[in-house]
């Protein structure tokens, strides 16, 4: 009897492929992967922002500031048309990120992602970045101020 995929380990699959595209930072392949009409639930925003090119704007944002950004998933899982991720990113802070100058210091931080998936696309993003941590970790030192 042929083994059959089911629609989860499909949805996981994408995502997978989704982080390990990202980390190479191709981010064009990254956006064929998002439906035309993604739909980004940040936090601290009131309404959720539309479209693909919104994605690639936060994630070019990501790379400029931290062009050796490194993406490591530290758990997945899902259900129905939705995934879940908790990932570990990390990398050098070599270029400005949210306004503030390179510090050429190393940081990690976490997020808690959920996906999600309509057919083969992914069509909406909910993400929890830790982003106290990761901007405490590039503020000026309170001598440097």
Known sequence: MAETTTTTEKNLALLRTAYETLE???????VEMLTENFIANVPG????????????????AMWDGFPDLRISVEDMFGADDKVAVR???????????????ATDRRVSFRS???????????AEEWVAPDMISLMQQISPAPADR
């Open 112 to 122: 808690i992602e959920l996906y999600r998936v309509e057919g083969d696309k992914i």
């Open 87 to 101: 990932v570990l990113f990390s990398g050098t802070h070599r270029g400005t990120f949210q306004g503030i100058p």
């Open 45 to 60: 925003l009131p309404d959720p922002l539309h479209g693909p090119e919104i994605w690639r704007l936060g994630a070019q």
């Open 24 to 30: 190479r930072g191709e981010l064009d392949a990254c």
